[in-house]
């Protein structure tokens, strides 16, 4: 089972070549062309630039066409799928590329200085193993040019196992070191045939956008799995803010949309000027969807908002609900296929109405890569997310809280622990601590303590320097908004630093 075959293949056996596959900024491809350019890529991969079976391909850049046709070509030709978020610094990078061995990148052109930096920092025999290639520099040696000069044969896909590793997909941990989850082709398939078809349930003629890059398990299956899936098409938008999703919506007629609660509070104060008739779906995950904003959107929109929690381990969605199945301000209930609990310290189910540890189990599961942190996600052949739920009695999974000091903002996840660690490298900085506060357009937002070095002002100016070093160091989505100078953070008596007191004011 190859699941870019299943994914382009199979799904033109069952619609037809002719129908829209994707649309981006500048390209537009039909089903037909789209396999034609995977086709040849793969060919330019194996014959050209030396891929294996096997071999981890990293993949660097904002969603486009040709993201998701290396995407596409990369698993066809047996390789694994690294996708990495465009705004990694170097060092992040290079923690990737140690830790999944890559052996090829393919890169955007306009984001090649960070990746380079990365290779060069990495140790000789990694650096020495890791080819890059870009694509959109115009160059004779790049991507695009190369598979416009391939054979325009078809290209016979791996016959890849099903449980097969098909992808590796990076989230911070708690303590800020990448962790690397790992899908089989099968898991691929699995939530299209799970969320996806139960519960988002796409026809053909959909046209899905959305904000959330691939590099994030939301935005793979929701902007792409899934459409081809359902032999549907999607646009993918390098910059998919609220103003450009509006546009996308009137100008295009999107009908399904993929983005986080914020982003809908955002549409709805811009909504008024714009035709949005041709929405039939919108599903909201990455942070809790509030009932409020639920309502709003119903009453701006009179679409019902399709709330879910997933999770990078577990790949995409596993509970959910639509339609008159949703309860505004509960996240829904199992998608079919999943089973789920809320779990008291003891690791047995608690009574309704109490809350605890979320668990789940299904057709897929965290498989970190080598990495002794799968013993406190996988517990009893649970998998406990990190999230305080409480279900009531008739099976509704109501959100309370992050059960770890992970920082949910925007959609993005970010783990506290890594800015600090940031923050503690600034000359300016003795002592720092990191929490997320309520903020009513992002959810959370990143709030940073900080116990300045003498001599160093507690001013403005200091707490703009403090931004933009950690802006420089890791993705600038993580650098805090807020910086509060103190002369000591509140600790235990054997030092440990109390975050809920900080969280508190």
Not at 405 to 429: F, H, K
């Amino acid at each position: 089972m190859n699941c870019a075959e299943e994914l382009l293949d199979r799904t033109i056996e069952r619609h037809g070549p002719e129908r829209p596959a994707i649309r981006g900024e500048r390209e537009s491809w039909t089903y037909r062309e789209l396999r034609w350019l995977v086709d040849r890529a793969a060919r330019v991969l194996t014959d050209e630039l030396g891929v294996c079976p096997g071999n981890r391909v990293m993949l660097r850049g904002p969603n486009s066409p040709w993201l998701a046709a290396c995407w596409l070509a990369v698993l066809k030709a047996g390789g694994i799928a690294v996708t990495v978020l465009p705004v990694l610094r170097g060092g992040e990078l290079t923690d990737i590329l140690r830790s999944a061995q890559i052996s090829h990148a393919l890169c955007d052109a306009r984001f090649a200085d960070d990746l380079e930096t990365a290779v060069d920092r990495a140790e000789p025999d990694l650096a020495a193993r890791t080819r890059v290639t870009l694509y959109g520099s115009g160059r004779p040696d790049d991507l695009t040019a190369r598979v416009a000069a391939a054979p325009g044969t078809p290209f016979p896909a791996f016959p890849a196992a099903a449980d097969d590793v098909a992808l590796i997909a990076y989230t911070s941990g708690t303590t800020g070191r990448p962790k690397g989850c790992v899908h089989f082709h099968r898991d691929v398939l699995a939530i299209a045939d799970t969320f996806s078809a139960h519960v988002l349930r796409p026809h053909t003629d959909d046209l899905f956008v959305g904000s959330p890059p691939l590099a994030f398990t939301f935005g793979l299956g929701g902007l792409l799995v899934f459409p081809l899936r359902a032999g549907a098409s999607t646009l993918l938008l390098e910059k998919a803010g609220p103003d450009r999703l509006l546009r996308a919506i009137e100008d295009d007629h999107a009908t399904v949309v993929f983005t986080a609660p914020t982003a809908y509070r955002a549409m709805l104060g811009r909504a008024a000027g714009h035709d949005l008739s041709s929405l039939r779906r919108c599903v909201s995950a990455g942070e809790h969807l509030p009932a409020a904003t639920w309502k709003s959107w119903l009453d701006a929109t009179g679409i019902r908002l399709i709330d879910g929690i997933g999770a990078t381990e577990m790949l995409h969605i596993f509970i959910s609900a639509a339609d008159d199945d949703i309860r505004p301000g509960s996240t829904g209930i199992p998608v079919p296929g999943f089973t789920a609990a809320v779990l008291g310290a003891d690791g047995d189910p608690v009574p309704d109405g109490q809350p605890g540890r979320l668990a789940v189990r299904g057709p897929v599961g965290c498989r970190y890569l080598a990495d002794d942190r799968q013993l406190r996600y996988v517990r009893d052949g649970w998998n406990i997310t990190g999230d305080t739920y409480v279900r009531d009695a008739d099976g509704y999974f109501w959100y309370r809280s992050r059960s770890d000091d992970m920082i949910v903002s925007a959609g993005y996840n970010i783990a506290a622990i890594e800015v600090e660690e940031v923050l503690l490298r600034a000359p300016q900085v003795a002592e720092a601590a990191v929490v997320g506060i309520p903020d009513p357009e992002r959810g959370q937002i990143v709030k940073a303590f900080v116990v300045p070095r003498d001599g160093v002002p507690a001013s403005e100016d200091t707490a703009d320097e403090l931004k933009r070093f950690v802006a420089a160091e890791i993705a600038p989505y993580k650098a805090p908004r807020a910086v509060e100078f103190a002369r000591a953070l509140p600790r235990t008596p054997t030092g440990k630093l109390q975050r809920f007191k900080l969280r508190e004011g």
